[in-house]
């Protein structure tokens, strides 16, 4: 399975926008991009995924490179109930040839919000 | 819609007891997963089951065993608890309906705390 490197924290102050790196140096062509949360005390939350065009959805943007290598989780205005750790996860689209299509997380970006 | 249902939420145990942990998820969805999450690693996958009837091994599936009883519930257990298995336990689920939908999202429950003395 293809890892992903994440920076362990950030910091944002509220109501600005945050961009969250993720480098995926040996993602495969067909690797799914996922990007999840965790607020304390809860389950991971679905966030937004993309393959190759950037993506939009009512809680983020995702930008993903040209190449594919690295890609960018953007809150546009970061809001006090944004500080959770994000994870940033390569997903096959399907089971066959070693792939099994499951999730693997790896450490994930901690972000701290300041009001 | 109560979504991904996991009980109990806290659990403590003494090293060589057994116990099985339940979930069960009201969206109808084929595939199932238990990971586990300890300070600093993260989120490691135990087992998932993609679709009912069938269960794969993750990343750390020894010391455990999983059922698929249904659609609906995915049950993992612990034959023989012991302190390394402290941990916080998460059931998620994803629908799946075809070739492209291995990408739909995990719905994840709250987690079970599970203390082995």
């Known amino acids: 399975d293809a890892k992903t490197t994440q920076p362990n924290s950030m910091e944002s102050n509220e109501e600005e926008p945050v961009h969250l790196p993720c480098n995926h140096s040996?993602?495969?062509?067909?690797?799914?991009i996922h990007w999840y949360r965790q607020l304390p005390s809860q389950g991971p939350e679905y966030v937004i995924h993309g393959l190759t065009s950037n993506v939009n959805n009512r809680m983020a943007s995702l930008a993903i490179a040209e190449d594919r290598k690295s890609s960018t989780l953007i809150l546009h205005r970061a809001t006090l109930r944004d500080a959770a750790v994000y994870y940033c996860i390569l997903r096959p689209p399907k089971p066959g040839s070693g792939n099994t299509g499951k999730l693997i997380f790896g450490q994930g970006t901690t972000l701290q919000v300041k009001p | 819609n109560a979504g991904v249902t996991q009980t109990p939420k806290f659990q403590v145990l003494k090293t060589g007891q057994s116990m099985t942990l339940q979930c069960a998820q009201d969206m109808n969805h084929n595939s199932m997963y238990w990971y586990r999450q300890d300070p600093g690693m993260g989120l490691r996958l135990i087992y998932y089951?993609?679709?009912?009837?069938?269960?794969d091994k993750g990343e750390v599936p020894n010391g455990y065993n999983v059922s698929r009883l249904n659609k609906r519930e995915f049950s993992l257990r612990l034959e023989s608890a012991a302190p390394s298995q402290t941990s916080v336990y998460f059931c998620?689920?994803?629908?799946?309906?075809?070739?492209?939908?291995?990408?739909?999202?995990?719905?994840f429950g709250n987690g079970t705390r599970l203390t082995v003395t």
């Open positions: 040996t993602i495969s062509g067909t690797d799914y």
């Open positions: 089951s993609a679709s009912e009837g069938t269960t």
């Open positions: 998620a689920s994803s629908e799946r309906t075809g070739g492209s939908s291995y990408n739909s999202p995990l719905h």
